[in-house]
C-alpha cells in the first residue's frame, strides 16, 4: 500500500466525490503508490485529477461526452461505457468506478497524463522500446498498431502494470518497455 500523503504533492489539483465508497478509497491507494514529486510536477503542469463514483461522463465536466464513441473502441462502445479517461486537450484525469475495473484504471489515467505532459510518449526511446517489444504485446495494446495511439496506450498500461509488479509487467511487456516505464518512475521519484 502507498502512502496517501503523497497525494498532497497534487495541492488542490484533485478533486474526490463519495470518499467513503470502497471502491473510490481503492482507486486513491493505487494513487498513493506513485512519489509525491510526480504528482507535484503534474500539478505545475495543470493537471487535474478528479476520482469519484460512477461512469466518466457522470464525474467532472464530461457530460459533452455523452453518446460520443472514443477513437478506436468497438462499435456501440461509448464513453458513458467507461470508468476512466485522461483528456489530453484539457489535462484532466477522470477516474470512476463504473463500469468495475479489473484493470488498474487510476494508474493507466495517471499514466496518461505523465507520458504527455512530460513529453515521454514522443520520446525515441519509448519508439525504440516499442518497437522491440511489439510482436509480444496483449492483443488489447497491439489492436492500435504501430501508431502514436498505440505507444500511448502502451506506455499507460506498461507504467500501471510496472508500478504494481514488475515482474507481471515484464511477462506482460517484455524488458524493454518496462525498463522505460522504471527509467520514467526513477526520473519522477
Known sequence: ?????NLEGLRGHLTVTDAA?????????DLALLPRALYERLAAAGVQVYVGCGNLTELDDNGDL????PPGSPFGSR??????LYRFDR????IGTVPPSQTNRALHEVGHAVGDVLGYNGS???AAA???SFAGLPDAVKQYGR???????TLAETFAATVESEAGARVLFGDPLVEFALGMLRDLS
Open 91 to 94: 489535462r484532466e484525469v477522470t
Open 147 to 153: 501508431t502514436a495511439r498505440g505507444r500511448r496506450e
Open 130 to 132: 516499442f518497437n522491440a
Open 66 to 69: 455523452i453518446g460520443v464513441r
Open 124 to 126: 525515441s526511446e519509448l
Open 21 to 29: 465508497d470502497p471502491e473510490v478509497q481503492d482507486h486513491l491507494d
Open 1 to 5: 500500500m502507498g502512502d496517501r500523503r
Open 79 to 84: 464513453y458513458e461505457h467507461f470508468g476512466g
